[in-house]
């Protein structure tokens, strides 16, 4: 018996601790928006990734003229004068994939850009959400944004804004997404 009421009241106490956790959230999309410096940047990357994609697309749209006119020649061209188009053709291709690879690719030159313009951003709104905690003695930090599921959230969790004031900006509840 005695044993039976020692577990329930260890059950009751480990319960008690777990509804004692303090919870908020931070929607870091929304407080991102309020960086100057990260919009500068989102600019940057796009028309980066632009230019690099239009560098792709010509690529593509001269070996694409390459085979049309290969195609077109190739009743009349020797089969050395074939074989030597072929290459040409497969050669320009593998470059123009690599050229891809290299721009859009995992760890390519792309991504490489966005983790030095943005890491260091993101890199201190994470020391604003840390230092909030500790002030506020919270538990946990969810991040709205990502892909935790919220059926319901209680604004007053919401902590996004503590977050853009500590990070030295003023809130504007017109970016906000709901």
């Given at each position: 018996?005695?044993r ?10 480990a ?8 919870f908020a ?6 407080v991102?928006?309020h ?15 632009v ?9 593509f ?12 020649d190739?009743v009349?061209l020797?089969?050395e ?14 470059e123009?994939?690599?050229?891809q690879?290299q721009?859009f690719?995992?760890?390519g ?21 840390q ?18 599921t ?8 919401d902590?996004?804004n ?5 990070l030295g900006y003023?809130?504007?509840p017109s970016l906000?997404?709901?």
């Open positions: 018996m005695k039976i009421i020692g577990i329930i009241v260890l059950s009751v106490v319960s008690s601790a777990t509804f004692a956790q303090r959230y931070v929607d870091t999309e929304y991102l928006k960086i100057p410096e990260y919009l500068a940047a989102q600019k940057q990357l796009d028309a980066l990734s230019q690099w994609q239009e560098e792709v697309d010509n690529r749209a001269e070996i694409e003229k390459l085979y049309k006119s290969y195609q077109e190739q009349l020797s089969e004068m074939r074989r030597k188009r072929e290459d040409e053709i497969v050669l320009k291709e593998r123009a994939k690599e050229f690879r721009k690719g995992f760890e030159d792309l991504f490489n850009e966005r983790v030095k313009l943005v890491k260091p951003i993101q890199d201190r709104v994470a020391q604003a959400i230092a909030i905690a500790t002030d506020q003695s919270l538990d946990i930090i969810l991040d709205k944004g990502s892909e935790v919220f059926l319901y959230a209680n604004p007053r969790l902590k996004s503590d977050v853009i004031t500590r003023k809130p504007d906000a997404e709901n």
